[in-house]
């Protein structure tokens, strides 16, 4: 279609006889907001929500339908999707009355099952997430797609990949500023009137209400909480006086995370931050190591044992802001220390320096539980090759610990027997307290550098193997799906059935796309793989995150440009580039990557990364610029996608790098229903 297009009056019943905005901004608008829309929902609910850090990409596969069944519902409806507005506002009220967080009585079992929790059951809310994140997300979708009809097929998916680069371009400036949800409300309000640009007195009123209880209540949630807003939690805190020792409390989306106590103090309360010093035979502390710094704490215990340097790794740059201002000890004033704000893990990997003593100080991100699919941010840190790392790191003589409260005896055992591998020899065990397992585990770079009160009886067969850097799932015993996720996972493809069949239709609208719903399902699972494995090799931080995603949308964006410029082979021809792809990223592992410095690192990981999804796009791109509808096309493309998101949980047992191999047959189940016009042009 030619851009004469652009003009034609569109039918909606309450938009102008031209949108004042032309189709190809247009786009780019709705695409950005899509994303950014997306990107808020999943950072939003997760800080208010405990229960989603059960089901890390709950809000994430909501999404992925919402946007399927806005492409599908393009050309089956005249009306202006204000029901996306309206249920948005819904849903951030019932989120902002209804906050699910964690009973401080019964903290401890946050990592468990038996959820001690005030606020609605996960059984009422979650399913009130999914559905409100599927029809928040189906509005700006139906907006996109609107436009896909007024442009060549390749030209509009295009300038969506340049919305959607926009959109995470955005959402990454404002976690970098910091930035509350009431500035994330504003932006999404503003893009409603922008694409919806109401004339009718019915259509002003379904934005202006809307709008303004998004905006209003998230205001009110940033003046009353206040929360400071990291990239990864909403952070609040209490500065407290206990019997004349100050304190400053920090909970993070809900949940006590941790205390910024003067060192003396911390020493006579708890044994635990004792131990680690006391099991070091060489008793030398020229150069420490803190991974999960924190407010300090653990800093300032180091400098009254007598450190002469501490090197502070803490990802989160508002606990590290709040333990600089507030510590009593202020331990970050003193030159003795330097501060490094990245992942624990990312840092073994790149710094070249050796400590006397590595401390792994109570990392734990308190966002995901026990079989979470999804990353934790220390999920790279407990495997054997992480403490294979901190061992590298060490001086003859030194000594490497971590402590926390583990809560199952046999999570104290499995760490235990992982630092054993690493280290060729048993650690010292220190169970400190039965309850809530506060432990102790230390290792030296030898027996002999390492003192322990009492021998640690070593694993049984009941011991959970170590995890490793495939599967970094340390809170999962088995490997297995837990029965959880299998229901929930089951109750959403179900949902999922009926709300595209009452949204769009008969199937069989949809069934020349089959290969290309294959395509999404695939293509999920090998963005997926990639995130994972750059999270890996460069750190799980939330920069990383954002380059890793950005990356993808270029590749992709690549893949476009070149279908639509050049002569690209045939599909065949591409689906053998892309399982020739698959095969190198099978063959290159991430330990050998690892060993590589890092900018040739970097360049080798992005070619074996991106070479499967570039050409798994131009397939896509090819075959999109022939369908006979471009938006059911889409759509199904897109169902997929959430069905990937639906596998990724496979990983659990599998691992990320098998996933590789589920990918290839998927695509080949594409290829095998690839039409025969396809093939043969």
């Known amino acids: 279609m030619t851009a004469a297009a652009e003009t034609t009056p569109p039918p909606y019943p309450d938009a102008p006889s031209t949108h004042w905005l032309s189709t190809r901004p247009r786009l780019i608008v709705a695409s950005a907001f899509m994303l950014f829309l997306e990107l808020a929902l999943i950072r939003w609910t997760g800080s208010n929500i405990v229960h989603l850090s059960y089901f890390t990409n709950f809000v994430l596969l909501g999404s992925f339908l919402g946007i399927g069944l806005g492409f599908l519902r393009v050309g089956r409806t005249t009306r202006q999707p204000y029901y996306s507005p309206i249920t948005l506002a819904v849903l951030v009220l019932v989120i902002l009355f209804f906050p699910v967080t964690v009973d401080r009585q019964t903290e401890g079992v946050l990592y468990w099952t038996s959820l001690g929790t005030s606020g609605p059951p996960p059984w009422l809310i979650l399913p009130v997430i999914f559905v409100a994140a599927a029809i928040v997300l189906m509005g700006p979708a139906e907006l996109v797609g609107r436009c896909f009809p007024e442009l060549d097929r390749l030209e509009a998916y295009r300038y969506d990949l340049v919305g959607s680069l926009t959109g995470i371009a955005l959402f990454t400036a404002l976690s970098f500023l910091s930035a509350p949800p009431v500035v994330w409300g504003t932006i999404a309000a503003a893009a409603y009137l922008v694409l919806l640009w109401p004339r009718t007195a019915w259509g002003r009123l379904a934005l202006a209400v809307p709008a303004l209880v998004v905006v209003g209540a998230l205001a009110v949630e940033t003046l009353t909480a206040g929360a400071l807003w990291s990239p990864y939690y909403k952070v609040t805190y209490k500065r407290l006086d206990y019997a004349g020792v100050p304190v400053m409390d920090i909970q993070v989306n809900g949940i006590p995370h941790q205390q910024a106590v003067p060192a003396r103090n911390r020493l006579e309360w708890e044994r635990q931050y004792a131990l680690p010093y006391e099991r070091a035979a060489a008793q030398k502390l020229d150069d420490v190591l803190i991974v999960g710094a924190g407010s300090g704490t653990d800093v300032a215990i180091a400098l009254a044992k007598g450190a002469k340097r501490v090197d502070a790794v803490e990802i989160d740059p508002k606990l590290r802001e709040l333990g600089g201002t507030y510590h009593p000890d202020r331990p970050y004033a003193d030159p003795r220390v330097t501060t490094v704000v990245t992942d624990g893990r990312a840092f073994l990997e790149r710094t070249s320096g050796k400590y006397d003593l590595i401390l792994f100080a109570l990392p734990d991100s308190l966002t995901l539980v026990s079989g979470a699919s999804s990353l934790r941010l220390e999920s790279y840190l407990f495997t054997q090759q992480a403490m294979e790392a901190a061992r590298d790191h060490l001086k003859p003589g030194g000594t490497f610990s971590m402590y926390n409260y583990y809560r199952e005896s046999w999570l104290v055992d499995r760490l235990a027997a992982t630092m054993q591998a690493a280290f060729g020899h048993k650690p010292c065990v220190d169970i400190v307290s039965e309850t809530g397992q506060q432990a102790v585990i230390t290792a030296g770079l030898s027996a002999r550098t390492q003192s322990c009160g009492a021998e640690w009886a070593g694993a049984t067969a009941l011991t959970p193997p170590p995890t490793g850097d495939d599967r970094p799932f340390l809170y999962l015993k088995d490997r297995t799906i ?174 990320y790098q098998a996933l590789l191999v589920v990918a290839g047959l998927l695509y080949l189940g594409a290829f095998a229903l690839l039409p025969r016009s396809a093939r043969a042009a």
Not at 501 to 529: I, K, S
């Open 482 to 655: 837990p029965q959880i996720y299998l229901i929930t996972l089951g109750l959403i493809l179900l949902v999922s059935v009926f709300a595209v069949r009452a949204v769009a239709g008969p199937y069989t609208r949809m069934r020349p796309y089959a290969d290309l719903f294959l395509l999404g399902v695939a293509f999920l699972l090998l963005e997926t793989r990639s995130v994972t494995g750059f999270a890996l090799l460069f750190g799980t931080t939330w920069v990383v995150n954002a380059i890793v995603f950005a990356g993808v949308l270029v590749a992709v964006l690549a893949a476009v440009e070149v279908t639509r410029r050049f002569r690209t082979p045939p599909v065949p021809v591409m689906y053998g580039v892309l399982l020739g792809g698959l095969v190198l990223a099978w063959l290159v592992p991430n330990s050998w990557l690892l060993g590589l410095p890092l900018p040739l690192r970097a360049v080798v990981a992005v070619a074996v990364a991106f070479l499967p999804i570039f050409a798994a796009n131009v397939v896509f791109a090819k075959r999109f610029a022939d369908s006979g509808d471009g938006t059911t096309a889409f759509g199904a493309n897109l169902l997929g996608a959430m069905v990937g998101g639906c596998l990724e949980y496979l990983a659990l047992v599998i691992g």
